[in-house]
């Protein structure tokens, strides 16, 4: 399984990206999909995860201005009202339907948001 994710960008503070994240490959094997960051000094950490049937969870520090979904082979990660403290390298994943890891990653998108 190979995930390509894009849609990273620089963002004023309180404005908006849209990233997304492309599954290629044996796709049948992807179970869960999450989108992770890590800041600069910081670990990473899940930001956001879906699973196959749809269930939701979202850190604390972006409910209410963070969005997951998924279409197919696509997961996708709207950022709304974002802040300066999103600053970071985001990054797709998911499980593996048989290992129940976090076993695929995306390359990583740059998250800038200006104050």
């Known amino acids: 399984v190979q995930l390509q994710a894009s849609g990273g960008g620089l963002v004023q503070a309180g404005g908006s990206l849209r990233l997304s994240c492309a599954a290629s490959?044996?796709?049948?094997?992807?179970?869960?999909e999450g989108w992770y960051r890590e800041a600069p000094g910081k670990q990473r950490e899940l930001v956001a995860g879906?699973?196959?049937?749809?269930i939701t969870n979202y850190a604390d520090s972006v409910k209410g201005r963070f969005t997951i979904s998924r279409d197919n082979a696509k997961v996708y990660l709207q950022m709304n009202s974002l802040k300066p403290e999103d600053t970071a390298v985001y990054y797709c994943?998911?499980?593996?339907?048989?290992?129940?890891?976090?076993?695929?990653w995306g390359q990583g998108t740059q998250v800038t948001v200006s104050s």
């Open positions: 879906i699973t196959s049937g749809g």
């Open positions: 994943a998911a499980t593996d339907r048989f290992t129940t890891s976090w076993d695929y």
């Open positions: 490959g044996s796709v049948f094997r992807v179970n869960n």
